[in-house]
């Protein structure tokens, strides 16, 4: 059994018991950290984790969901759509970072967080959210029309979608 993992000086200095290998600086090391207390090392087969990419932020940072999570937000968002959330009409209740209920083409409603409000040259209003289950933003969503009020049990549900990192990653193109 082989395990590869990359060490600063310091805790080079630590693990007394390992064998070096020079190749691109990676210690190969015969389960004597985990004798050691440092490292838990799991010895599982690798599982595939499949996800959905919602927003890309920059070439390094992602907005995603698991796919198997999609499957426990379709009951969720069944609900939502079949309670048709009530409309509020007043912009004094419209602040950036309220969570409420959208409602796309498709007629199906969504939770979202606002992002931002703004007037249109026709005089009417428009806001981009950010689908807390998706991680996708929405651009000029019709306000009031396609806006509700998301009810209380809806907003204290934790967003589904996280954010991802490629921390330290390279593209090599050689």
């Not at 200095?13 to 600086?25: I, T």
């Not at 806006?147 to 050689?174: H, M, W």
Request: hydrophobic share 40%.
């Amino acid at each position: 059994m082989k395990f590869n993992f990359k060490f600063s000086q310091s805790d080079k200095k630590k693990v007394c018991k390992m064998s070096q290998v020079m190749e691109d600086d990676i210690l190969q090391v015969d389960g004597e950290l985990e004798k050691l207390g440092m490292f838990h090392i799991s010895r599982e087969p690798e599982k595939l984790i499949e996800v959905v990419i919602g927003d890309v932020i920059d070439p390094a940072n992602f907005r995603m969901v698991f796919k198997s999570e999609l499957k426990e937000i379709e009951p969720m968002e069944k609900i939502l759509t079949e309670s048709i959330p009530g409309q509020d009409r007043s912009m004094q209740n419209l602040k950036v970072g309220k969570l409420i209920a959208v409602k796309t083409k498709d007629k199906t409603w969504f939770r979202a967080r606002v992002l931002n409000f703004y007037k249109t040259f026709d005089e009417k209003f428009e806001i981009d959210v950010y689908l807390l289950d998706h991680g996708i933003t929405m651009n000029g969503i019709k306000y009031p029309d396609c806006v509700g009020t998301l009810p209380s049990n809806f907003q204290q549900l934790e967003s589904i979608a996280f954010d991802f990192k490629l921390d330290g990653t390279y593209l090599d193109c050689r």
